[in-house]
Every structure is written in C-alpha cells, then in structure tokens.
C-alpha cells in the first residue's frame, strides 16, 4: 500500500480501472467494414458505422466468442443471456448519436485476476465486470486551426470494457494489474495489447482517504490514459492534487479529468453542470444475446494455458525462481523464447542468459523479442557449448557479442576465433609452468603464507592462454603444483 | 378502464430533457411541450393498471434468439458514399466545427 504523507497526516489511495481492449477481429461488432490499424480516413467504414437511415446491425460471432473466452481467463461467470443498450451522448465522431454498449446486463459479470507486485508477492484484485461495446470515430483537432477532422474508420470497431473492484491502493498495483490484464488478453489472442496504437486504453477512477479511515472519499475519472508509465504518472498527480485540496479545507468535486501527457497534469474535462445523462435503453433493433451453455463450455476447455499456469510449470518444469518465471511469462513471446532455449538444457541456465543477457542487449537495441537479432535455436547452442564445456562462461558473452553484430551461429564463431576452451591437461599444465617459472619471486611469497597470490596466478595463466583455460581445471592443476 | 389524468411534467424536466437531446425548445414553448410531454406519459402509464405477477420480461414481441454473422469483412472501402452528404470534407475526412474541450 502506498502512504502519502500530506501536511496534516497520512493519506492512502483507493484506484478502480476500467480498461478499454480492443477485441482482435478482422471485422466490425455490427457491420462487415475491417478493423486494420493504419488505413486512408474513411475507408474502413460501411453505411451502418455511419449510421445512415435503416442500417441495421448484426453481432460478429468471433467477438463474441473473444468475450467469453476473455472472461474465463478472468475467472468470471459468463450470463448466459446479455443485452445491447443505447448509450445516448453528442460528439462528431459518434455518427448514430448514441453508442451500442451494455449496461445492466453485460456478458461476462464477476471475476478476478491476481497480480504480481514489485516485491515478489501477488495480491487477487475483483473484477466486477466485462461488457462488449462499439468503438467511436476518431476527431483530429490539431489539423485546421478552426476545425476539428473526423475519421470513422475506427467508429464500430469492437472493444471489451473491463472494470475492476476498487481494490488498488497504488500507482505500482495498478501497474500490476495492467500488466497482468494484457498479458491474459495476449494469451488468449483477444486482444493485441497495443498501448500506442491505442488498442488498450484505461480509465482510472481514484479517491483519498486519510490512513485507515472506512469511508471512501469523492472519486475523479482520469479518462483514456494510454500507458502503463502515463497510468503511474497520472495516479501520483491526481492523488496529491486531491489531497492538497482536502488539506486546504476544500472538497473533491466528482469529475471526469484528463492527463496531459506534455504537461504531465490532470485537468478537468467535462464540468458537473454537465453531469452524465446517457439515458440507456435496450437497443429496439437487437435481441438479447443468448448463449448455448454447452458452447460456452467448449471454448473453455479450448483455452491455452494462462500465465500464473505457465509460471507454475516453468518453476516446476526448470526449477526457475519465481522472480525469471514472471519475468517470462509477462510476454508470451518470452516464454515462447525460453522454452525453445532451455529445451534439452539446463533451465537455470537458460533462463539467466534470456532474461539477463538476452533481455538486456534488446533494451539497448530497442527491439522486441519477436524481431530478436539472435534465434531461440541460436541461444540454445550457446548454452549448449557452456554446458559440455567447449567455452567458459566467460568466453559465451564475447560469443554472444559476436553473434549480436554478426547473426553467426555460435559453434562456427567459436571454431573461426579458436575461443575453445582449453581441456588439454598438458598444454594447461605448460602453460602454468611458464608462468610459474616467470614469477618465481611471487611463489615463494605464496609459499611463505601470502594466499591472495593464487588468484593472480589464475588471471596470468588466463591471460597467457586468451581466456580459454578451464577454470576448474586449472584451479586443480595450480592447487597440486604450489603445494 | 377511465384515461388517468396525471400532473403534467414541470418546464425545468423539459428544459433538460431538450438540452440532451439537443432540441431547441424556447422558454415560452416549455410550458406546452410539458402539457404534452405529460399527456403522453400518462397514456403510457396506462401499463401500469396490468398484473404482471410471475410474467417474464421479454426483450420483443419475437422471443428469438439474436442472428450472429461470421467475422469477414465484406464491407466499407465507399468513402465517397459516406462522405456523399457532409457539408464539408477534406482529403476523405469529415470536417466540423472545432470541438475540443
């Protein structure tokens, strides 16, 4: 839990999410226009999206069907029968003048999912429900100095929106449970999961109350916050305005705000006078959604495996820790990776050279696992080599370096570069004697009683043979001949 | 059954009503629009007087279930047809007034 100290005590924070995933379809919720991200302005828009007199719609069966499996990954209760209501508003890139959402009578009702926090713990957080509803148009403000240019390529595109309990009391809880929230939603290929192309998006209900205080205090929406970092940011801002004004003497006007994501501030949106009458109704031109019980049950036993099964089976499986197992099961694609790594090798070990080496070098490129220079096969035979000792662990990283710049396979850079591993007794027993032979002052210091020689001893045989000595090897073989 | 007369709706519900639909009703038309408004309800209220006890609701007078269609897409790619009636346009976007908050 995160405690605020404010001037007048401590305050804590209550956070409620509502998260916008756009369903993976290829087309419409209601009509038969395409969903793909990028095309020319109003080109993915069919008469029913623009809402022209006597269009009617017709529910695409796969969003239904993304919906539920969505809520089974939520391990929520599906209703078996669910209605489409008019949420009534005024806004340019809404054409029919109302949104087709639902209100009393969503599809999925309630569930929970568990998140992982920063200190290794995991705390189970309620999600009250999932409803699917139509996406709106998008309005361009910044293309004409008077006008505002409205595409409706996006306007009835399909979107699950899924509201969690208010049960987070921090910017690293809600964090969490985006990040958990995504990776379930990746899993079960219901949604891609694109912060930037704005394929998740969420909206974050917070209050404050003083430290232990039951009572909750007056929330403010922050509407369409489109990152996990912009998510933090906007939490910490809103929770310290709200306590400034509480300390002050002031009272939480229930809001809907924004964040700026240039001048990292909330700001109000939509006044109070202009409080939310969306005046729902069921929609007249669509039946209740009834689903067939056994159907449903089909597509649960269909699911793939989600990521608290997938880490439990990477710790059970390669004897991983729980920190590398969330670290890889954060991104399916991760644990795709590993497995491909680790397979016929040692997990530990695999484990360590994805999530530290692997890892690393991608956050300095910039790049996804999924456009990795370097191959799960690749990293494989490197762990490989390490393993039956042909290099040290040492040699794998200029090996890995290697492999980095020039994509080569790594048994054909070690045989180029003659990085082996030196396993020969007897050119390691030479090598050892020349160096002894060298520093003749230095063994007898040794032998007197100065220890702390052996170690340099080590790096000059290193040194003199590339780095390719085996360690164990030559700790045995130096033991034997300075005693 | 006798028509149940019941009190007319007040100008102020009227007032709101017509902001969020955005109709323009004018001050010295409320007072009418509400004696209407009321009329109407009061006909629908009529309902009221049925004994619906241990009747389940339905969503239509056609108890069937809603059709569903296969994801395809087999539609859209007519912006000029969209686009047809706007009053103003640009490279194939709608242009309205400025609307930002």
Not at chain 1, 58 to 74: D, P, R, W, Y
Request: glycine share 8%; with cysteine; aromatic share 6%.
């Amino acid at each position: 839990m995160t405690i605020i100290k404010g001037r007048t005590g401590e305050w804590e924070m209550v956070i409620g999410l509502e998260v916008h995933a756009q369903i993976t379809s290829h087309s419409k919720l209601f009509s038969g226009a395409s969903t793909t991200f990028g095309a020319d302005p109003n080109h993915q828009v069919s008469l029913v999206d623009a809402a022209f007199p006597g269009m009617l719609p017709v529910i695409n069966k796969q969003c239904v069907v993304q919906a539920v499996k969505t809520g089974f990954g939520l391990n929520a209760h599906i209703n078996l029968e669910s209605v489409f209501d008019r949420k009534n508003y005024f806004y340019p890139d809404l054409p029919a003048g109302y949104q087709i959402s639902q209100y009393q009578k969503p599809i999925v009702g309630k569930g929970y999912l568990d998140i992982d926090l920063p200190d290794g713990t995991s705390k189970r957080i309620g999600i009250t429900r999932l409803h699917l509803e139509q996406d709106a148009g998008k309005s361009l403000h910044d293309q004409s100095p008077k006008d505002t240019y409205v595409d409706l390529n996006r306007a009835g595109v399909a979107l699950m929106e899924i509201v969690s309990e208010p049960e987070m009391t921090g910017p690293e809880e809600a964090a969490a449970y985006v990040k958990k929230l995504r990776a379930i939603l990746q899993y079960i290929g219901s949604c891609d999961g694109n912060m930037e192309e704005g394929s998740m998006r969420a909206d974050v209900n917070l209050s404050v109350r003083r430290k232990g205080e039951k009572k909750l205090g007056t929330r403010c929406e922050i509407k369409n916050v489109n990152s996990i970092r912009f998510i933090m940011a906007a939490i910490e801002y809103e929770a310290q305005r709200q306590i400034e004004i509480v300390e002050a003497g002031g009272t939480i006007a229930q809001e809907t705000r924004l964040w700026d994501t240039t001048k990292h501030e909330t700001r109000a949106l939509r006044s109070k006078e202009e409080a939310h009458d969306y005046r729902y109704f069921p929609d007249p031109d669509l039946l209740p959604l009834r689903l067939d019980a056994a159907w449903v049950e089909d597509l649960r036993r269909a699911l793939p495996e989600l990521p608290d099964a997938k880490k439990e089976r990477l710790m059970q499986q390669y004897g991983l820790k729980a920190y590398d197992a969330t670290t890889l099961v954060a991104d399916q694609a991760a644990a795709d990776f590993f497995e491909a790594v680790a397979k016929g090798r040692d997990g530990k070990l695999a484990a360590n050279w994805v999530t530290v080496e692997l890892f690393g070098a991608l956050n300095k490129l910039g790049r996804e696992i999924s456009h990795s220079p370097i191959s799960a096969t690749q990293l494989s035979e490197l762990v490989g080599l390490i393993e039956d000792n042909t290099i040290s662990g040492r040699i794998a990283k200029d090996v890995f370096e290697v492999m980095l710049e020039t994509g080569q396979n790594p048994a054909a850079i070690v045989q180029e570069k003659g990085w082996q591993q030196m396993t020969d007794m007897g050119a390691i027993d030479a090598a050892i004697d020349a160096i002894l032979a060298q520093h003749a002052d230095k063994v007898a210091e040794y032998k007197s009683g100065k220890d702390k020689l052996f170690g340099f001893f080590v790096g000059q045989v290193m040194k003199a043979t590339g780095g390719k000595a085996n360690p164990a090897a030559l700790n045995d073989l130096l033991k034997k001949k300075l005693s | 059954m006798g028509f149940v007369q019941y009190a007319p709706m007040d100008t102020e519900t009227v007032a709101r009503v017509a902001r969020l639909a955005r109709l323009a009703v004018s001050p010295d038309q409320q007072k009418a629009v509400a004696g209407e408004l009321g009329q109407i309800l009061a006909f629908v209220e009529q309902l009221n007087s049925v004994d619906v006890t241990g009747i389940k609701p339905v969503a239509g007078v056609h108890d069937d279930a809603l059709r569903q269609r296969d994801d395809v897409v087999n539609d859209g790619n007519c912006a000029a047809d969209i686009l047809q009636n706007a009053p103003q346009t640009m490279a194939d976007f709608f242009v309205v007034p400025k609307v930002v908050e």
